[in-house]
């Protein structure tokens, strides 16, 4: 059967995309809007000694703060969009200057992460969330990619401010047909430029055809008073130009008193839409190792022509981050958001080693009540809950036992299952209840198995505290809604694929408060241990869990990719007052690892002080450990 023209798709595919608009746009209006989570306000500060920096990192929801999200961009910007009063975020409808996107468009590739530790490099998969959003992206080739596309370059427009402008990357693949969208979306009157970014020094070994030595970046207005700058870049010679003056209205050439043109040198030229600017190289000082990062001359270019000091610049497709490192050195406003977490990674550190502004670190808040809700597979969370049971080997009690559908028990044992919801943030009074229903329910019952999606931010504190060797906890796979949409319930049971994990956790040692002064203490922090979630849960194949398992058993902190440190934790904003990652060898000369413990020099407090330690291990994995001293 021949298979169908993209031609012939086009018009499905902005039908389709409009039909998801409307959803999208009743859904904002409603009180279930999507919100953002603030999981981090970051100070940059990675002073070995601790010292503040003499920033007090006081959160004042009034302020702009820069802002780099984790999360699916389709789900970020509906939450732009709808913007949360309560948490004294705006709206930020109409308030975008300047978007710049390149989404990728490679469906070969496999976006793996390379790390390097002490025992030896190895090669991390993408996150669940990340492989069902590629694959969701890559399903019908072009045709699914342009599909993902269309709403969200519609958010995109409702973003931008009326003199906004949005900047879309492109290679051969999809151009044209991206183009079509744009036309179809701003309007053909909004095009602005076609801008060809040459980089002249791109290796190729075409046999057919003519080296491909550039890409396009479309342009497109909200209106046509848009921003523009013009700006002059260097000829790289200095040249000889006739003199011109306005006479009457009319450019004449200029001359002198004896009638003799008038001639001046110039070194510079009005920059046109070619951009001869060379791909990045790993010898840069700018290289993140990121396989689609970007020349950040590139970057500031755009950004100096389309947009004015103190602009918002947004980034959807963030990546290595070069969007908002350099509308940082240009002194605009910057929002970045990627769906990768390696990502979002390098992004922070990248953002640290440049001494930027505070900025706030976010994710979709209740990602999983957000895909549960989306589904609508599942009509009650009970439903969703008997799934989970059945998956996890458990039987489910009947429904006049257990109303709310989410108990259930492992056969020939006296092991009772409880599932959470994936609207609730399983945490204290979560396992409490767990522990009565063990001693309660049906005559008791020898231990009980915990399954939640979401955990509270205490989570690692709370199990070691309640210190229960009869309660368990485990972790629904993230990937599970998406593959329940893709595979049947019992085809998953049958396949005996789905893996339930154990949580990940640190511990430190106990902080040691030491008075200086009338003003200033010290606080000495120090990691004692990290417990890595089950190995069968993470993203590697085979060869490299093993390394993983050696490393996790010789030294589990040598897996910790990024701390930070809270030293006035109020209890509801984190904010990171001090940070150590691998590759910073300004704290220490080893680049594969963090250091341990540090001194902070902060200032005296009366009475105790809550002081709160944030961890990040080289897979994305966030664990907290709050301390009273």
């Known amino acids: 059967m021949p298979q169908t023209s993209l031609i012939e798709e086009l018009p499905k595919i902005v039908a389709e995309g409009k039909k998801e608009v409307e959803r999208i746009m009743e859904r904002l209006q409603s009180p279930n809007r999507i919100r953002l989570q603030t999981n981090e306000l970051v100070i940059p500060s990675k002073d070995m000694r601790g010292f503040l920096s003499g920033q007090t990192g006081v959160y004042n929801p009034q302020d702009w703060y820069n802002r780099l999200i984790y999360g699916d961009n389709l789900l970020v910007m509906q939450a732009l969009l709808a913007g949360d009063e309560e948490s004294g975020l705006p709206s930020l409808r109409g308030k975008i200057d300047l978007i710049y996107i390149d989404p990728p468009f490679d469906s070969k590739a496999d976006y793996r992460t390379k790390i390097t530790l002490p ?40 973003l931008l401010s009326d003199r906004g402008v949005i900047c879309v990357h492109v290679d051969w693949h999809v151009g044209h047909y991206v183009k079509i969208l744009l036309d179809e979306i701003f309007g053909k009157d909004k095009f602005v430029n076609e801008i060809v970014w040459y980089y002249y020094n791109k290796y190729s070994n075409a046999k057919k055809c003519l080296p491909r030595a550039h890409d396009n970046i479309l342009v497109y207005s909200k209106n046509n008073d848009h921003i523009y700058n013009e700006i002059r870049i260097d000829r790289g010679e200095t040249v000889k130009q006739l003199v011109r003056v306005n006479v009457n209205g009319v450019l004449q050439n200029a001359r002198d008193e004896n009638g003799n043109l008038l001639y001046r040198e110039v070194n510079d030229k009005k920059a046109d839409d070619v951009f001869i600017i060379p791909q990045l190289q790993p010898a840069s000082s700018e290289w993140m190792n990121y396989k689609t990062q970007k020349h950040h001359d590139l970057l500031e270019r755009i950004i100096k022509i389309f947009s004015n000091e103190d602009s918002i610049v947004a980034d959807f497709f963030a990546g290595s981050g ?110 409490k209840k767990a522990q009565e229903l063990r001693e309660t329910f ?79 203490e010290l606080l000495n922090v120090e990691l004692d241990n990290y417990i890595l979630l089950s190995p069968d849960a993470l993203p590697l194949d085979d060869e490299y869990k093993e390394k993983v398992q050696e490393i996790m058993a010789k030294d589990p902190l040598a897996l910790i990719e990024y701390w930070s440190i809270d030293p006035d934790y109020d209890g509801e904003m984190f904010v990171s007052k001090w940070q150590d990652y691998r590759e910073n060898t300004d704290n220490d000369s080893d680049p594969y690892k963090v250091v341990t413990k540090v001194q902070l020099k902060v200032p005296k407090k009366e009475g105790k002080r809550k002081v709160c330690v944030k961890a990040v291990d080289i897979f994305g994995f966030e664990s907290v450990v709050i301390e009273e001293v």
């Open 322 to 431: 070069t969007t908002g490192a350099v509308a940082e050195r240009l002194g605009r406003r910057w929002i970045m958001c990627d769906i990768g977490k390696p990502a979002c990674m390098i992004m922070r550190k990248r953002l640290i080693d440049q001494n930027a502004k505070p900025f706030l670190y976010q994710s979709v808040g209740d990602y999983q009540k957000e895909v549960f809700a989306s589904s609508k597979m599942f009509k009650r969370v009970g439903d969703l809950s008997q799934v989970v049971l059945g998956l996890y080997g458990a039987l489910p009690f009947k429904p006049e036992q257990n109303p709310s559908r989410n108990l259930g028990y492992i056969k020939n044992t006296r092991t009772l299952v409880y599932v959470d919801s994936p609207s609730k943030l399983t945490g204290y009074n979560t396992l």
């Open 442 to 520: 049906l005559g008791g019952w020898d231990k009980v198995i915990v399954l939640g999606w979401n955990f509270t931010i205490d989570i690692g504190k709370v199990i070691n505290e309640l210190n229960d060797s009869r309660l368990e906890v485990q972790v629904i796979p993230a990937d599970l809604l998406d593959r329940l949409k893709k595979t049947s319930y019992e085809k998953l049971v049958k396949e005996n694929k789905i893996r339930f994990s154990s949580l990940q956790y640190l511990t430190i040692k106990p902080i040691q408060r030491i008075e200086l002064d009338a003003e200033t």
């Open 119 to 158: 025992g030896g490099d190895i090669e991390q998969k993408p996150s669940v969330i990340e492989q069902f959003a590629y694959s969701d992206t890559w399903k019908e080739g072009t045709v699914s990619y342009l599909k993902m596309l269309y709403p969200r370059l519609v958010l995109m427009k409702e």
